[in-house]
């Protein structure tokens, strides 16, 4: 029975194929492609659970759909200030390093984030020396260290000078993003 079966379908994966009922004309008509209508695909509900990152990921995922959506537009809209960036250049960034804390849920994360980027990118600052912990719209996360950093609003990037703590930007910048990283840095803490 069993061989009988596969014989079956043997006969059949060879004859039956990939046949097509419409039948084959020699009339030289030239047949229009279908209109595949250009749509756009419905918008994300970045408050829908499905949508969020939590705990550590690598930056490089913002860069990819869904998040593209709104990184990619920030990232090459944004035009920081060239004097803060010319400052910011001057500044030695070996001992520097970051942690930024995100909801991709939340509207000042999807504005800020692609910003900072933008400026570290000009910057030229190592991604190694980055730190991203995303978090719920509750501000939590599965990250071991996140309760002692205290966060309350998001999102914060914490910029650290050897391994210490030297400031915070909260939620949005007190000049510019670029600004309040050579305040920072220049000791004029910027924290909220």
């Known amino acids: ?19 097509t009922t419409k039948p084959v004309s020699n009339s030289k008509e030239v047949t229009k492609p279908a209109v595949v209508p250009d749509v756009a695909p419905a918008p994300v509900n970045f408050s829908n659970q499905t949508t969020w990152i939590l705990g550590y990921f690598d930056p490089d ?60 990118n000009l910057w030229h600052f190592p991604v190694t020396k980055l730190t991203f912990i995303g978090v719920d719209n509750e501000k939590h996360s599965p990250v071991g260290e996140y309760v002692s950093l205290g966060i309350v609003r998001v999102p914060t990037f914490i910029v ?33």
């Open 61 to 120: 995922r913002l860069t990819h759909y869904p998040y593209s959506t709104w990184y990619d537009k920030g990232f090459d809209d944004y035009q920081p200030k060239s004097e803060a960036l010319n400052n910011l250049l001057d500044l030695n960034k070996n001992d520097i390093t970051i942690k930024v804390v995100m909801g991709t849920w939340c509207p000042d994360s999807r504005r800020e984030v692609p910003r900072f980027m933008k400026v570290l």
């Open 160 to 192: 650290y000078k050897n391994n210490i703590e030297a400031g915070r930007i909260i939620e949005n910048p007190t000049t510019s993003l670029e600004q309040d990283i050579v305040n920072i840095l220049a000791g004029m803490n910027n924290n909220k």
């Open 1 to 19: 029975m069993k061989k009988n079966y596969f014989v079956f379908l043997l006969v059949l994966v060879l004859f039956g194929g990939c046949k």
